[in-house]
């Protein structure tokens, strides 16, 4: 029996032309995990943008969709916490995955470990504007008003969701480092075990003075995630197809 995080797959990026392969990597993940999972959480992000319109949302990756359905048919129960792109997954989403959606940090405990689960945006100091974003995007009132938008509107809100990380490129996450690591052990502070987030898309594993923090990573290059079992916390790549420790060393860190 095990626990699974996992994030950042960003089905759909613009950026992406291997989302094929990539939905197909994840198929035979949410397959394989099917043996021992009671819970995945998916920790945000899975799509590079998910708003629900007045009449749901054109699944994009049915194949996604009907693979988390079927994990839930074995048994395991699917956490997901929406990230900055798809934090406006609802019914579509729901009925399509039978997923719990969540919409804010979440605390659990699994093998008496005290669990804080977070996807991880507007941590760093200077991401005030994209927090101020995330107020407006976020809003009750301004939700109504987007869902009541054409498509060709909606895509606009797409880019204004998407273009600000994208231009952030995935390599200038690398300065933030430090300010996700003084996040976690100010949760670990609170009286957390473990913290988990997602967002950075760099696979992390940081022994923090009372506790661990992990970065599940990302599912565009690393194909990363984090597993709990009886036996302790994993971070292990499903890159190749296959069940392997993520080697930190193998990661390329910009000049
Ligand atoms: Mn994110």
């Known amino acids: 029996m095990a626990v699974y995080f996992i994030s950042d ?15 197909k990597l994840f198929s035979r993940f949410i397959d394989l995990i099917g043996e021992d999972a009671d819970y995945l959480y998916i920790i945000g992000d899975l799509y590079d943008f998910w708003f629900e ?45 039978g997923a719990r ?17 977070g996807h991880g945006d507007g941590i760093p100091k200077d991401d005030w504007a994209y927090r101020i974003l995330r107020k407006i995007l976020r809003n ?12 060709e509107m909606g895509m606009k809100l797409a880019r204004l969701v998407s273009s600000r990380s ?37 696979p992390q594993e940081v022994e923090l003075k009372g506790g661990h923090y992990f970065n599940s990573g990302n599912w565009i290059r690393d194909f990363t995630y984090v597993k709990l079992d009886e036996s302790g916390f994993y971070l292990n790549t499903f890159k190749n197809g296959d069940v392997e420790k993520f080697d930190f060393d193998k990661m390329k860190k910009p000049e």
């Open 9 to 23: 797959a960003h089905f759909g990026a613009p950026y992406s032309d291997t989302d094929e392969h990539r939905v």
């Open 53 to 97: 319109y007045r009449d749901g949302f054109p699944n994009p990756f049915p194949e996604v969709t009907s693979r988390l359905k079927e994990l839930g048919d074995r048994g395991a129960e699917v956490i997901f916490i929406g990230g900055n792109h798809d934090w406006w997954a609802g019914k579509t989403f729901k009925q399509a995955t």
């Open 101 to 117: 959606i969540e919409k804010k940090d979440i605390e659990v405990t699994h093998y008496g470990k005290r669990i804080f689960i």
């Open 140 to 151: 009750p009132v301004n939700i109504w008003l987007f869902s009541r938008l054409s498509a």
């Open 166 to 202: 994208h231009a952030l490129g995935q390599y200038r996450q690398w300065k933030f480092l430090g300010e996700y690591k003084e996040y976690a052990q100010k949760r670990i502070d609170d009286g957390f075990d473990i913290v988990i987030l997602g967002h950075t898309h760099i």
